[in-house]
């Protein structure tokens, strides 16, 4: 049974830090690519950053470059979102995504999200 289990969110005040974690199981975590994707209340669910399969190539989203860092360890099965210098606009439930990309493109998993809210 696939799960992707996220925790780490919270209520932060500007300018604080939350880090997220995404606990993976129930598939061959080293074939995929995984991802944070966020969904602010209203708004279309956005990506907010992605690492490759053995790390050597992560993206972010304009909005959060040089603020949040990904990163994963595959020998624990997990990866995990740091988010610095947190603003009011990073509001929203965060997903935790996996992707297969070896040997191809294939199926898509989804967590159940966390909230993280950022508010004085």
Known sequence: ????????????????????????????????????????SGKERELVASISRFGFTTTYSDSVKGRFTISRDNGANTVSLQMNSLKPEDTGVYYCNARRTFPRLGENYWGQGTQVTVSS
């Open 1 to 40: 049974q696939v799960q992707l289990v996220e925790s780490g969110g919270g209520l932060v005040q500007p300018g604080g830090s939350l880090r997220l974690s995404c606990a993976a199981s129930g598939f061959t975590f080293i074939m995929y690519d995984m991802s944070w994707y966020r969904q602010a």
